[in-house]
């Protein structure tokens, strides 16, 4: 989308963990958070504890309004708090086969520091560019996940949930909500 491979990887990273507080808890423990960090190669990783679950759960709470937000100065408001929660250090790395890319957590950081800093910079990234509005909610009725729009046009709607974005589903909702209205 942007061209830019840790910017987009981050997003994705940012939308699955925001979409995992919706409908059923997919973080509820440390398996599940584990499985998130191996899915996402968050790199440097190490024990994770109850703790950094704890944080993750409040950190996800912070990014979400930037997917609700049709403001920059809001969204930029957001990502300055999440930048300023641990010390940033750029360096170039090229983890688990990726090509080389900065990350700007420090050494050593922990799972909630290392994601706010680098999704902080990747929201940071999209905003500077004028790109802020790919960032949104699901439209399909009755969903609440989010999604980033890395279409050339900007023209998606729908989350990857199989029934969103599926016009039969759609359809059969808006009759079934006209039935129990009428
Ligand atoms: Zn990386
Ligand atoms: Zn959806």
């Known amino acids: 989308m942007l061209g830019v491979h840790d910017t987009d990887v981050e997003l994705l990273c940012a939308v699955d963990l925001v979409n995992s507080g919706k409908d059923e808890e997919q973080l509820a423990d440390l398996d599940a958070l584990g499985d998130f960090v191996t899915r996402h190669r968050v790199s440097d990783?190490?024990?994770?504890?109850?703790?950094?679950?704890?944080?993750?759960?409040?950190?996800?709470?912070?990014?979400?309004?930037?997917?609700?937000?049709?403001?920059d100065e809001a969204a930029a408001k957001i990502v300055n708090t999440l930048l300023a929660q641990a010390p940033v250090i750029p360096r170039m790395t090229s983890h688990d086969d990726h090509p080389w890319h900065l990350h700007y957590s420090y050494p050593g950081a922990s799972l909630a520091d290392h994601l706010?800093?680098?999704?902080?910079?990747?929201?940071?990234?999209i905003i500077a560019s004028g790109q802020r509005e790919r960032l949104r909610r699901c439209a399909a009725p009755g969903c609440r996940r989010v999604l980033v729009d890395m279409s050339r046009n900007r023209s998606r709607r729908y989350c990857d949930a199989r029934t969103c974005g599926n016009r039969l589903h759609v359809a059969a909702y808006r009759q079934r909500r006209r039935a129990e209205a009428g």
């Open 116 to 125: 706010a800093v680098d999704l902080g910079m990747a929201f940071g990234r």
């Open 45 to 71: 990783v190490t024990r994770l504890t109850q703790e950094d679950l704890l944080a993750v759960h409040r950190l996800r709470e912070r990014i979400q309004p930037l997917f609700d937000t049709s403001d």
